[in-house]
């Protein structure tokens, strides 16, 4: 399994936006399902977004869809997820992971997990706090 490494977190005012990204030292990054996770303060981890090795599907928690936008750059091994108009509640520690490689076409287009025992591999986590 390779290594995960998340970036782009810090303080940052309610409404405004910020990118975080996921370098994954994986040559077979392109073929790994990737997700976003967060935990808030006192909170249970909570699924944000989740994107399919291609890049072509997406999809995301009700809390967050429409503000938050997750997408990938295989060729560079990175994970991004830009969050725009930020509230209160989007203040936690956010995770990249990884879900297992696939190899038939069909899943490679469109797998994208929700939950997180489909997630194998897990960053260390980058915090994020909004602040009013």
């Known amino acids: 399994q390779g290594r995960l490494v998340e970036s782009g977190g810090g303080l940052v005012q309610a409404g405004n936006s910020l990118t975080l990204s996921c370098k994954v030292s994986d040559r077979s990054f392109s073929s790994h399902p990737m997700g976003w996770f967060r935990q808030g303060p006192g909170k249970e981890r909570e699924f944000v977004a989740a994107i399919s090795p291609s890049g072509l599907r997406e999809i995301y928690s009700d809390s967050v869809k429409g503000r938050f936008t997750i997408f990938r750059a295989n060729i560079k091994y990175l994970l991004y997820l830009q969050v725009n108009n930020q509230n209160l509640n989007a203040t936690a520690v956010y995770f990249c992971?990884?879900?297992?490689?696939?190899?038939?076409?069909?899943?490679?287009?469109?797998?994208?997990?929700?939950?997180?025992?489909?997630?194998?591999?897990w960053g260390q986590g980058t915090q994020v706090t909004v602040s009013p």
């Open positions: 992971a990884a879900s297992r490689s696939l190899t038939t076409v069909t899943k490679l287009l469109n797998t994208a997990p929700r939950a997180p025992r489909e997630y194998e591999n």
